[in-house]
């Protein structure tokens, strides 16, 4: 499984950004569930957003929600992340994952992207 993640980049407090994350390789029956993390300077990588990519089910961590949107394009095996109203606390490295349980751990996703760098300024 391959995941390529893009979309980062610098904006001001407010704006918005999409980050996209396409899917390749062997794309086992079990790995049913996408997610986006993130990772800021000195911080561990904690949960933003997942979602279940047979019903569109989604989840989200408590700081994003109302701001952030996870969505799925199940023809073109890409997952995305709408950011909106982005905030300084946003700033981070963000991954895309895929794994097998709808969670909010780290140990619940097994292959991970590369990262892609949000960076929110005031």
């Known amino acids: 499984v391959q995941l390529q993640a893009s979309g980062g980049g610098s904006v001001q407090a407010g704006g918005s950004l999409r980050l996209s994350c396409a899917r390749s390789?062997?794309?086992?029956?079990?790995?049913?569930?996408m997610g986006w993390f993130r990772q800021a300077p000195g911080k561990e990588r904690e949960f933003v957003a997942a979602?279940?990519?047979?019903?569109?089910?989604?989840g989200y961590a408590d700081s994003v929600k109302g701001r952030f949107t996870i969505s799925r394009d199940n023809a073109n095996n890409t997952v995305y992340l709408q950011m909106s109203s982005l905030k300084p606390e946003d700033t981070a490295v963000y991954y895309c994952?895929?794994?097998?349980?709808?969670?909010?751990?780290?140990?619940?996703?097994?292959?991970w992207g590369q990262g892609t760098l949000v960076t929110v300024s005031s």
């Open positions: 994952t895929i794994g097998p349980n709808f969670g909010r751990l780290r140990s619940d996703y097994y292959y």
């Open positions: 390789g062997r794309t086992f029956s079990s790995y049913t569930v």
């Open positions: 979602i279940r990519w047979s019903s569109g089910s989604t």
